[in-house]
């Protein structure tokens, strides 16, 4: 498998997970301004979407969407509890929060990379995201893992985008439960060598 990245972007949610598999993988840096993989690929030949992440199968399919590649790779080997099973309740409750991730987090960390919003509009869309943070908070105070006791695919997603809350000068200590879920995933020993290996 081939996994096309940007550094420190949301597709270093499903690098933490190939090594917490333990999966075989290339990483392939993609110039996210021009589009060209470091292997000297048209990149909007392998994802139209223009976007990282991309997963390239031995196959030769590529998946796409963070929250969509997340499950495939924790189906790969599910003794390793990375995702409740296929068809289960709990499943369900991992899409729930994948979703919110990709939708209120991600989408509400990733506006703030766009220069013009400022001022006002931004404390506008601040608003809305410190808002879904308060989600976040009812949930991690009572339990370590969005799932509860279990680190799953979701976490790690979570903490790659909670990270962009530094760029953009937000301060995670006002939410001591996000900035102790930051900690505490953050020492996982693949968090440690993706986070390593993505040091551009
Ligand atoms: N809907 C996609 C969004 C992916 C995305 O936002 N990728 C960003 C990095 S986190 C990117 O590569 N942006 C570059 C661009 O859009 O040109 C997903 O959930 O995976």
Redesign the pocket.
């Given at each position: 498998m081939k996994l096309y990245f940007?550094p420190y972007?949301?597709?270093l949610a499903p690098h933490i997970v190939l090594r917490e598999l333990a999966l075989p993988f290339d990483l392939v840096l993609?110039d996210?301004?021009a589009?060209i993989t470091a292997e000297g690929e048209d990149f909007l030949q392998i994802n139209p979407?223009?976007?990282?992440?991309a997963l390239k199968l031995d196959n030769g399919q590529v998946l796409?969407?963070?929250?969509a590649?997340l499950q495939y790779l924790a189906d790969l080997k599910p003794a390793a509890g990375l995702a409740p099973a296929n068809g289960s309740w709990e499943r369900v409750r991992l899409q729930e929060w994948l979703n919110f991730i990709?939708t209120e987090i991600?989408g509400g960390l990733?506006v703030f990379f766009n220069d013009a919003i400022q001022g006002d509009v931004r404390a506008l869309f601040e608003a809305t995201l410190f808002k879904r943070f308060a989600v976040l908070v009812q949930t991690l105070e009572r339990q370590d893992y969005l799932l509860g006791s279990h680190y799953s695919v979701a976490d790690a997603y979570l903490f790659v985008?909670l990270r962009w809350a530094a760029f953009h000068a937000i301060d995670l200590g006002r939410w001591p439960a996000l900035a102790a879920f930051q900690q505490r995933v953050g020492e996982r020993p693949a968090v440690v060598a993706a986070l390593a290996a993505e040091n551009p």
């Open positions: 940007f972007a949301c597709s993609v996210n301004q589009k979407k223009g976007y990282v992440a796409t969407e963070a929250s590649i990709a991600h990733a985008v």
